[in-house]
């Protein structure tokens, strides 16, 4: 999890090399998506399973689905998200997806380490 | 001809089983539309009781998932609200401004929750009013979802209304932790299906689960301004709780239809084929019609309905008439078993009532007989002859001059001969109206497997309660030739191999990490959720020279340590047979202080907990306190739970605090497909609960040690399966260490010990266990030996982090 322009977004490092990225918190009860388990579509929510789609955020069929941000690497390992407007970034209890971000604005977060060993417990 | 337009108006169980019906009937004649206000497809609303209970998880309560309409031809306007019927233009409006004709229309809007005139239940303006924060109507999905998060930081519930659902909405809440009081208008419990004596009989048993139970108490108002926080009663008294519960029963939606002009009472009329009465295009189906007088509340008069009505709208039968419906329940609340037919008392003089009731036991059944003919029955606390009744009441059998063999099974062989004589029509299923019959002809037609015939007949899918009748038939009509399930057996739903097998080919092949089986076996493409079993079948299989990656992790395996509802953590160092000392004490009392550990608590086995450790604390807990990992928080060897034992007790017969405590230092931390908790008493007092253990062991007279196994006393009670006796303490830490390690290799992934052994049996394991039939024995200690080996304190990454953002939560950009 980390703290871009005073908002607070997860960023995962899949295994293929890609990143993704997502709000901090399950709509469910407030459990930490960063400390969940993760494969190449989804995160698993470490409290009750709540599993989400790491690129629409969607969840089960009658569960609020969660926000997801492009985020991209480029070439020096930096991660590029893009975020909604300030302001206008969910909350945990109108946890949306956010599939149109209005008026996108480019956030640059410069990444190190942490690659290598694909630890999805922070960064 | 073309296709006649169908619009359906309500998307409920009524709405969704009728189309279904149709569509059975062939119904290409029809182009379906239905239009439904809840954004999202049919679920069963019956399970809604097991979700707010946790027995059921949200996604298995859908019957028709979105893509079902879309498979089927059916357009869905999700989300949306009629808002007009104009039957003469044959038209009807919905709030989003869509027109929409039709040819035939069915009504099936169902009901919604009736909340009797109680002060202070509503906030805010009289026309844009809603409910006070923490009142609730039990309903839907959104109901249940809104009910637990309230639930979430609530003590104390009151549920008003003693009927079917308030008791089961009770009961769900209790089990989330909550006290729960029932406060009910009549003077008993589910008045309206029980007499006196079994309504008491509920009540005793309903109050010995912890709920409380009000009657004769009317609800005047709701107490509180901002939220509530409490109830009044019409005698003056009043109650103190943080929510509350409205379960007072259901109001036909009937507005629409009355106000298009159709003939509606308490709900819409209908003739015998399900027709609005006197309109030749509309028809109503469900919670929100009414036939010949009576309104239905329950699912199967809905099924019974349907099938009539698609039978008239389709022409597959164009005589087929609806005559009403003869009501059956059961409760669905744990620990309380219930059912109900027909009436709870005699109504006529002749009406011949047989009655038997244990109350000692809680046993109370009760038939009431007219004219030879079964018209009620209630049965609580043994359900011995609940499907022979049910089908004499649906059928109107003749019944056995014998009237005690209605009550019981009087030395006759039980149940396989009932399912053999069951006739075809015999309804088994009463939640989905499935028949043995149809049963049997899907498997006539192939079906081979509980889970296949369950899916296409959708017997068992409804409450649940038939699962074990449903397995019955199929088994007795695939005659010896049922197929086990294959994906019953694999070890992860990605990975078509049993467990067996699996580790067989991850050791031939040298897969040494989870992503390699990923790669392997599943074409490169992860699953989540099968991660960490899959690392522990690694770890089992290659010991150290395991390749640990950190993501196949859950999170408590990644930082040592359980999370907890905020994302904090607990910690628990080891002490080892629950033996301390002042300096042990001492260093926690001074981690305690120094750390600001909010709670500390003494576990059920014998450690010390200390609770809300945010993560980037845990290293520095871990190094002050100087203990190693009590591993409370893994799928492994947790804890050993002992008795003062021969050193001080004075009944002990053996040292149980020494042999608990090498067990303790012998196994910690061994990987297991569940947890294994531990026990070892000094005396058949059993003080320290052994035979409830995943492996207890209880001395007897002669310096021998009782060893049980797959005992337990958590959400599942079990009494220790005694596997053998055992001349000294060197053979009980090897048989246990034997045990475990056969455990380990057999069970699927968090089978805990209770489950392992009523699968495998307490035979075949102590044939393979205790008396090496299979030769194996040896391999079992030499493999343990190994594991034991490659232990090492997981709390040493404090000082040397196995990845950077190992304890970080936030890191900076």
């Not at chain 1, 956010?98 to 956030?107: D, F, L, Y």
């Not at chain 2, 149709?22 to 239009?35: H, K, P």
């Not at chain 2, 007499?195 to 005793?204: F, G, R, S, T, Y």
């Not at chain 2, 999370?563 to 033996?579: A, C, L, N, Y």
Request: proline share 4%.
């Amino acid at each position: 999890m980390l703290r871009v322009d005073g908002h607070l977004v997860t960023v995962f490092h899949l295994r293929d090399g890609g990143v993704r990225a997502t709000q901090p918190w399950c709509p469910h009860r407030a459990g930490p998506l960063a400390d969940g388990l993760l494969d190449d579509d989804v995160v698993v929510c470490p409290l009750h399973g709540r599993t989400f789609s790491l690129d629409s955020g969607e969840a089960g069929p009658t569960e609020v689905g969660i926000a997801t941000y492009t985020a991209q690497l480029d070439g020096d390992g930096t991660i590029v998200l893009t975020l909604p407007a300030a302001g206008s970034l969910p909350s945990c209890s109108d946890g949306v997806s956010a599939g149109e971000p209005p008026g996108p604005q480019a956030a640059a977060a410069p990444f190190s380490g942490g690659n290598e060993h694909h630890d999805q417990g922070g960064a | 001809m073309g296709h006649a337009r169908l619009l359906v108006v309500g998307n409920g169980m009524a709405g969704a089983r009728v189309v279904e019906e149709i569509l059975q009937r062939g119904g290409d004649q029809f182009e379906i539309t239905m239009v439904g206000d809840e954004p999202h497809g049919n679920y069963n609303r019956i399970s809604l009781s097991n979700v707010l209970a946790g027995s059921e998880d949200q996604r298995g309560i859908f019957l028709n998932p979105l893509d079902w309409y879309e498979d089927n031809g059916v357009t869905l306007h999700a989300g949306a609200q009629v808002i007009g019927i104009d039957r003469f233009a044959r038209t009807v409006a919905t709030d989003d401004g869509a027109v929409l004709g039709y040819e035939q229309l069915i009504i099936a809007t169902g009901s919604r929750v009736w909340l009797p005139p109680v002060g202070g239940v509503w906030t805010g303006e009289p026309q844009a009013s809603s409910l006070k924060p923490g009142v609730f109507g039990f309903r839907t999905l959104r109901d249940c979802d809104e009910m637990l998060a309230w639930a979430g930081h609530a003590s104390h519930v009151a549920v008003v209304g003693g009927g079917l659902l308030g008791l089961e909405a009770a009961r769900g809440l209790l089990g989330r932790g909550l006290k729960a009081t029932v406060v009910h208008r009549s003077d008993r419990l589910m008045n309206a299906q029980l007499d006196h004596q079994a309504a008491a009989m509920l009540q005793a048993a309903v109050e010995s689960m912890g709920i409380d139970v009000l009657l004769g108490k009317s609800t005047s108002a709701a107490l509180g301004s901002e939220r509530v926080e409490g109830l009044r009663f019409a005698d003056g008294s009043e109650l103190d709780c943080d929510m509350v519960v409205f379960a007072t029963g259901i109001r036909p939606n009937v507005e629409l239809a009355a106000r298009a002009g159709m003939c509606v009472e308490r709900g819409i009329v209908v003739d015998d084929s399900m027709r609005v009465l006197d309109e030749d295009h509309v028809w109503a189906v469900g919670e929100c019609c009414q036939h010949r007088g009576e309104l239905y509340g329950l699912v199967a008069p809905l099924w019974e309905q349907a099938a009539v009505l698609a039978d008239r709208i389709t022409g597959a039968d164009a005589a087929a008439e609806y005559h009403g419906s003869k009501l059956a329940t059961k409760l669905k609340v744990s620990g309380v078993e219930l059912a109900t037919m027909g009436l709870p008392e005699p109504e006529h003089p002749h009406d011949e009532v047989v009655c038997f009731s244990e109350p000692s036991r809680g046993v109370y059944k009760t038939v009431i007989v007219r004219d030879g003919k079964l018209v009620g029955a209630t049965l609580l606390g043994d359900m011995g002859k609940v499907s022979f009744l049910m089908q004499a009441f649906d059928r109107g059998t003749v019944l056995p001059e014998e009237r005690v063999s209605l009550l019981f099974d009087i030395g006759g062989p039980a149940t396989e001969v009932s399912v053999a004589e069951l006739p075809d029509e015999a309804q088994v299923c009463n939640c989905n109206g499935v028949t043995k019959g149809d049963i049997r002809s899907c498997v006539a037609g192939g079906g081979r497997t509980l889970r296949g015939v369950m899916a296409k007949t959708r017997a068992g899918t409804g409450c649940g309660s038939c699962k074990s009748q449903v397995l019955d038939i199929v088994e007795w009509a695939a005659g010896g030739a049922m197929e086990e399930d294959p994906a019953a057996d694999w070890y992860v739903p990605s990975i078509p191999m049993p467990k067996a097998e699996l580790m067989q080919a991850a050791r031939e092949q040298g897969l040494r990490s989870v992503s390699a089986v990923f790669a392997a076996f599943a074409d490169g493409s992860q699953d989540a959720k099968a991660k960490p079993a899959l690392a522990s079948l690694l770890r089992l299989v290659w010991g150290a020279d395991y390749d640990d990656e950190r993501d196949a992790r859950f999170i408590n395996d990644r930082v040592h340590a359980n999370i907890q509802k905020d994302g904090t953590f607990s910690v628990v160092p080891r002490i080892s047979g629950g033996v301390t000392s002042a300096d042990q004490l001492r260093k926690i009392a001074d981690v305690v202080d120094k750390h600001e550990i909010p709670m500390v608590k003494i576990t059920g086995g014998q450690r010390i907990d200390l609770l809300g450790v945010p993560k980037e604390h845990l290293p520095a807990v871990w190094k002050d306190l100087g203990m190693p990992s009590g591993y409370a928080y893994g799928k492994s060897f947790r804890t050993v739970k002992t008795c003062v034992g021969s050193d001080f007790c004075r009944f002990g017969l053996g040292d149980s605090t020494r042999l608990g405590i090498t067990l303790e230092e012998t196994y910690k931390g061994l990987e297991s497909p569940a947890k294994l908790k531990l026990g070892v008493a000094g005396c058949p007092r059993n003080c320290s609960e052994a035979m409830v253990k995943d492996v207890g062991f209880v001395a007897v007279e002669g310096a021998r040690w009782e060893m049980y196994v797959g005992g337990a006393a958590g959400a599942h009670v079990r009494r220790g399966d005694l596997l053998c006796t055992l001349d000294s303490e060197d053979e009980a830490m090897r048989m246990a260490g034997r045990f475990m390690q056969y455990y380990r290799e057999n069970a699927r992934w968090l089978e805990r010990t209770y489950t392992f052994m009523e699968r495998v049996g307490v035979d075949e394991v102590r044939a393979i266990v205790i008396d090496d039939r299979d030769g194996i024995g040896e391999r079992l200690d030499v493999a343990m030996k190994a594991s034991i080996g490659a232990y090492k304190d997981p709390w040493l990454e404090a000082g040397e982090p196995a990845t950077p953002n190992q304890f970080s939560t936030e890191v900076a950009p």
